[in-house]
Structures are given as C-alpha cells and as structure tokens.
C-alpha cells in the first residue's frame, strides 16, 4: 500500500516546517504499518495556477498528480494562516479539480477507492476550520475520509510560539496522529477488498 504526504507550507526547504514535523508522527505510524509513503513539499515545485492536470511547459503538477493516482492514501499538511488553509493548499485543491472528469479503466473518478486525511498546525486558532475545509473539497473530489483521520496543533486562541517552540500539547496532537494513520489504513484496506463500484 503506497501513500502520498503532501506538506502545503509556505516555507521553502530546507527552511524548517512544522507542519512537516507533526506530518512526520503520521508518516512513522503509516511506515509501522508497512505503508510506502512518498512525500512532497509542493512550495518546492513549480505549481501553476488553473484546474488541469497540466497547465503547460514548465508545470510541474502532473508528477504530483501521478503519486496521487498511484497511491491509496493521501494526507494533506497545512499551516493555518489567518484561520484558513495556505494558499499552497487552496492551490492543490484547484489542481486536483481536474480528478472530477477523470476515471479509472471501471469509469468511476480516479480519485475513488482512495483515502484522505488532514494534517494542521498553527499558532493561532481555526484549525477544526481548516480540517473541515480540505476534508469537505476532497470528498468533493471522491476520496474517502474516514472517521478521526486528521491531527492537528496549535495554539490558540491568539498567536503564540509555534509547533517547534514548545512541548505543549504535542502528546496529544501524536496521539491522534497515529490514531488517524490507523484508521485511514484500516479504510483504505476496506476499499481494497471491497472497491466502490461504478456508479454508471
């Protein structure tokens, strides 16, 4: 089983992301499991504005799209900014549009059969917000979200020091992470066995 981890921070490697850190709890849960897992730091690519899976010479979705469809899992990392997803987040969301009108060999969306979590961080509040938003677009797009498949830290209400500042809360926010690994394995193992069936 193969998953793909998607960081939508703003920050540039090697420039240290907490979001990437709380994303790791996740990805050594998934690897316990005996999950590949793939990760991309989309900041670092050249991602164009627009709704396709290829806008042109130098667009460098398409190989993000091709980890996308070759994996059973994606999980979405996000800093929250202003109460809301990054815009390297929102992006995504556009790109992936494309997936609405492409279909595996069956004709069901190509996103189907596959599952999705969220990652959050931020040193303010919003983050229930920021789930919801990601989780309800990629269900728009077909993927499945399984019960408690999201993680997040932050701390609120009002700014503060961020993720790698402090301890604080950290025991919970692995917690959950590795709860939501389990669950979204456990799902995405469902589907394989018992794939959504064309709808027609």
Same mark, same amino acid.
């Given at each position: 089983?193969?998953?793909?981890?998607? +960081?939508?921070?703003?920050?540039?490697?090697?420039?240290?992301? +907490?979001?990437?850190? #709380?994303?790791?709890?996740?990805?050594?849960?998934?690897?316990?499991?005996?999950?590949?897992?793939?990760?991309?730091? #989309?900041?670092?690519?050249?991602?164009?504005?627009?709704?396709?899976?290829?806008?042109?010479?130098?667009?460098?979705?398409?190989?993000?799209?091709?980890? *996308?469809?070759?994996?059973?899992? #994606?999980?979405?990392?996000?800093?929250?900014?202003?109460?809301?997803?990054?815009?390297?987040?929102?992006?995504?969301?556009?790109?992936?549009?494309?997936?609405?009108?492409?279909?595996?060999?069956?004709?069901?969306?190509?996103?189907?059969?596959?599952?999705?979590?969220?990652?959050?961080?931020? +040193?303010?509040?919003?983050?229930? !917000?920021?789930?919801?938003?990601?989780?309800?677009? #990629?269900?728009?797009?077909?993927?499945?979200?399984?019960?408690?498949?999201?993680?997040?830290?932050?701390?609120?209400?009002?700014?503060?020091?961020?993720?790698?500042?402090?301890?604080?809360? !950290?025991?919970?926010?692995?917690?959950?992470?590795?709860?939501?690994?389990?669950?979204?394995?456990?799902?995405?193992?469902? *589907?394989?066995? !018992?794939?959504?069936?064309?709808?027609?």
């Amino acid at each position: 089983m193969r998953a793909v981890v998607v +960081n939508c921070t703003l920050k540039g490697s090697p420039e240290q992301s +907490n979001t990437d850190q #709380l994303a790791q709890v996740v990805v050594d849960a998934l690897q316990r499991e005996k999950v590949d897992v793939e990760r991309v730091r #989309l900041v670092d690519l050249a991602i164009r504005p627009g709704v396709t899976t290829d806008e042109g010479e130098g667009d460098e979705w398409p190989a993000v799209h091709e980890l *996308l469809v070759g994996s059973e899992i #994606l999980v979405v990392a996000t800093p929250t900014w202003v109460g809301r997803p990054s815009s390297v987040a929102q992006r995504m969301l556009e790109r992936m549009d494309a997936m609405l009108s492409e279909t595996d060999d069956d004709g069901r969306p190509v996103a189907y059969n596959r599952v999705a979590g969220v990652v959050v961080t931020g +040193n303010e509040d919003g983050a229930h !917000h920021v789930i919801s938003e990601i989780s309800g677009a #990629l269900g728009d797009i077909g993927y499945t979200i399984p019960g408690q498949s999201w993680t997040y830290w932050n701390k609120g209400p009002g700014p503060g020091p961020s993720y790698s500042e402090t301890d604080e809360g !950290h025991d919970w926010s692995a917690k959950t992470g590795r709860a939501m690994a389990s669950n979204l394995v456990a799902v995405a193992r469902a *589907l394989e066995a !018992h794939p959504i069936p064309p709808t027609g």
